[in-house]
């Protein structure tokens, strides 16, 4: 099946909720971007979102997709973000989006399932270096990237992980998680 993709601004608990998914036995794959930044940080002239968005999104595209490639060895597998989340950053930034990051966006399943920052837990650092209403500007971008892509936006409820695993999984089809 398509890997389901699991987004949103940051500081919405994305990371937190993976993690609940995998002790469930679902197949996960971490953030890219996160990974790449903390990557990136440690080299002299490492390429960082907020000094070079379209090189870091070149490096992104590259990554995310040999982990699509990967998820769609398992019947399910869920993504912490995706390549259309390269699309929602450069709309959110005012930058062009080439259409090969438009092409290679398609391939998911039809619903992602979208997090939304929450002040309970948003924690401003290195990787992170907005403010909470930077989050949430970055969040809406990514809905309408999403949904101009085609797919279906489905709003995980604020709520304890575990009443959020259940929501995904009574979302999605029944076919979908036999």
């Known amino acids: 099946m398509l890997p389901i993709i699991i987004t949103g601004g940051p500081g919405a608990g994305k990371t937190s909720l993976i993690e609940a998914l995998a002790q469930k036995g679902y197949a996960t794959f971490e953030e890219v971007s996160r990974t790449l930044i903390e990557q990136q940080a440690q080299l002299e002239n490492g390429i960082l979102p907020w000094h070079d968005l379209p090189g870091f999104a070149q490096l992104c595209l590259q990554h995310m997709g040999e982990q699509k490639q990967q998820a769609y060895s398992h019947p399910v597998a869920f993504l912490d973000r995706a390549i259309p989340d390269i699309c929602g950053?450069?709309?959110?930034?005012e930058l062009p989006i080439e259409a090969r990051y438009r092409e290679a966006s398609q391939g998911y399943h039809s619903q992602v399932f979208f997090c939304r920052p929450h002040q309970a837990i948003y924690v401003q650092d290195e990787v992170r270096p907005y403010?909470?209403?930077g989050?949430?500007?970055?969040?809406?971008?990514?809905?309408?990237?999403?949904?101009?892509?085609?797919?279906?936006?489905?709003?995980?409820?604020?709520?304890?992980l575990e009443?959020?695993?259940?929501?995904?999984e009574s979302a999605l089809t029944p076919?979908?998680?036999e």
């Not at 950053?89 to 930034?93: E, N, P, R, S």
């Not at 989050?135 to 304890?160: E, N, R, S």
């Not at 009443?163 to 995904?168: G, K, N, Q, T």
């Open 163 to 168: 009443e959020r695993v259940a929501f995904i």
């Open 175 to 177: 076919s979908i998680m």
């Open 135 to 160: 989050a949430i500007a970055i969040h809406q971008a990514l809905v309408a990237v999403y949904q101009q892509l085609g797919y279906q936006v489905v709003d995980v409820p604020w709520g304890t």
């Open 131 to 133: 403010p909470l209403e």
């Open 89 to 93: 950053y450069l709309a959110q930034a």
